[in-house]
């Protein structure tokens, strides 16, 4: 089946800690992209890839990195500069540039304490 | 940049009833129009969308009708189900890569 993985589902970490967040994907589509949900809130996306080794900021980049090594991976890291991390992220795959659905992974809820 | 409204922010309704929610949005250069679904603790799922030509579509229960001359764009579901209890987002798009996410509708179906 192909889809998006994104591990865990749930990551608790303490304040002042660095965190990775995994995205996998299996559809063969250049496109990805990292979003944040806060409760009751719509999506604002974090950062974009077009294609391997590239990507951009989103509306809300700061405090947040990535990197696009492989084409099926796109790791998210939510640095201590963050000021409020708790949230639930969701990454999402698109074939490319254009009109297309985007195709969501199941979702990590990070809790900061 | 794309400014986009979803009303109402909640809604709730008696199983079998039809549910309409709308979007309205400010760029003229919008050419697709996707609502999504959105079950709790789970990511969204594209259940139909709609792109500029075209005025209406249909998909068994669910329907999204388009006028773009007032830039906006419903989602209507007719014959609600318990099962169609979620969080709607709308999400229309210029065809690059950033997308403006409406806020969110809940829809409650009460059995």
């Known amino acids: 089946d192909g889809g998006i993985t994104q591990s865990p589902k749930y990551l608790f970490r303490k304040e002042g800690q660095n965190v990775t967040l995994s995205c996998e994907q299996n559809?063969?589509?250049?496109?990805m992209y990292w979003y944040r949900q806060d409760p009751g809130q719509g999506l604002r996306l974090i950062y974009y890839?077009?294609?391997?080794?590239?990507?951009q900021k989103g509306d809300i980049a700061e405090g947040y990195s990535v990197s696009r090594e492989k084409k099926e991976s796109f790791p998210l890291t939510v640095t201590s500069a963050q000021k409020n991390p708790t949230a639930f992220y969701l990454c999402?795959?698109?074939?490319?540039?254009?009109?297309?659905?985007?195709?969501f992974g199941p979702g990590t809820r990070l809790t900061v304490t | 940049g794309e400014n986009v409204e979803q009303h109402p922010s909640t809604l709730s309704v008696q199983e079998g009833d039809s549910a309409v929610i709308k979007c309205t949005y400010s760029?003229?250069?919008?050419?697709?129009f996707p609502w999504y679904k959105q079950e709790l603790g789970k990511g969204p799922q594209l259940i139909i969308d709609?792109?500029?030509?075209?005025g209406e579509k249909k998909d068994q229960r669910i329907a999204v009708t388009l006028n773009k001359t007032a830039k906006h764009f419903s989602l209507h579901i007719t014959e609600t189900q318990p099962e169609d209890s979620a969080v709607y987002f709308c999400?229309?798009?210029?065809?690059?890569?950033?997308?403006?996410f409406g806020a969110g509708t809940r829809l409650f179906v009460k059995a």
């Open positions: 709609i792109r500029s030509n075209v």
């Open positions: 999400a229309p798009n210029t065809g690059g890569f950033k997308t403006i």
């Open positions: 559809l063969n589509h250049d496109a």
């Open positions: 890839s077009q294609i391997v080794n590239d990507f």
């Open positions: 760029d003229s250069a919008s050419n697709y």
């Open positions: 999402a795959s698109t074939p490319g540039q254009g009109p297309y659905e985007q195709y």
